[in-house]
């Protein structure tokens, strides 16, 4: 169960069964001392991702239920706080004056084709 805040002093969101699942493997790694063959938490989270699909659907159903139970948990936790999964639409603001949206020339510049017209098409068209 996540306790801490984040930086707008909201609860963070609760763990999904994959998450649940790498925090356990990653548990078990420091249990068996296996930490220095972890390169990175990129490698490990591939890694766990390998172990995540070979999973039995019994194994990942365990694990949904535990992710379930754990988001039960924080709710009741964080019982004053709400998690907010978008940003409020006066939160963000953009500088629309800035320059930052001007086009620069550049080499790069896209030409449109002119399409080209059958002239028995036009002539067809006039008569």
Known sequence: MVTELNKEG?????????FCFRHVVYLEIVQQKLLDFVKDGVFFTQ???????KASQKDRENYKELASELKKL??????????????PAGSVFVNM?????LRTKTNNT???RK?????????????
């Open 10 to 18: 909201l609860p963070r969101r609760a763990m999904n069964c994959f």
């Open 115 to 127: 399409k080209n017209t059958n002239k028995e098409q036009v002539v067809k068209i006039e008569k």
């Open 110 to 112: 896209i030409r449109k």
């Open 97 to 101: 004056n800035d320059n930052n949206f």
């Open 74 to 87: 924080q709710i009741n936790f964080h019982k004053d706080k709400t998690y907010i999964k978008h940003k």
């Open 47 to 53: 890694v766990a991702s390998e172990m995540w699909i």
